[in-house]
């Protein structure tokens, strides 16, 4: 099972940048493909939500809130994915979580989600 790993979490002030980071780890040989990939985000005393999400095919989404401003990437060969974040406002202050879902070879569908990395945006 793909267990997925973020990084690059941390405080930066008003209008700064942080590259998140999301890094498939365990048994990434038995994957066959991975069909789905989605940043979530979720603040104090609010529910997880839907930050950005990359398919297979390439297509993303964005959350109306993030749109413009933060960018979704991948790179296949690494099996990891980015969330770029410019532009940073104090209501992006959240634990942002990667989930990824995955089928191995054996035809075994995975739904893994990350432990959370931390990112405060504050003066």
């Known amino acids: 099972q793909v267990q997925p790993v973020e990084s690059g979490g941390g405080l930066v002030q008003p209008g700064g940048s942080l590259s998140l980071s999301c890094a498939a780890s365990?048994?990434?040989?038995?994957?066959?493909?991975?069909?789905?990939m989605g940043w979530y985000r979720q603040a104090p005393g609010k529910q997880r939500e839907l930050v950005a999400n990359?398919?297979?095919?390439?297509?993303?989404n964005y959350a109306d809130s993030v749109k413009g401003r933060f960018t979704i990437s991948r790179d296949n060969a690494k099996i990891t994915w980015y969330l770029q974040m410019n532009s940073l406002k104090p209501e992006d202050t959240a634990v942002y979580y990667c989930?990824?879902?995955?089928?191995?070879?054996?035809?075994?569908?995975?739904?893994?989600w990350g432990q959370g990395t931390q990112v405060t945006v504050s003066s």
């Open positions: 989930n990824v879902k995955s089928r191995t070879w054996d035809g075994q569908n995975y739904d893994s």
């Open positions: 365990g048994r990434t040989n038995n994957i066959a493909a991975i069909n789905y």
């Open positions: 990359i398919f297979s095919s390439g297509r993303t």
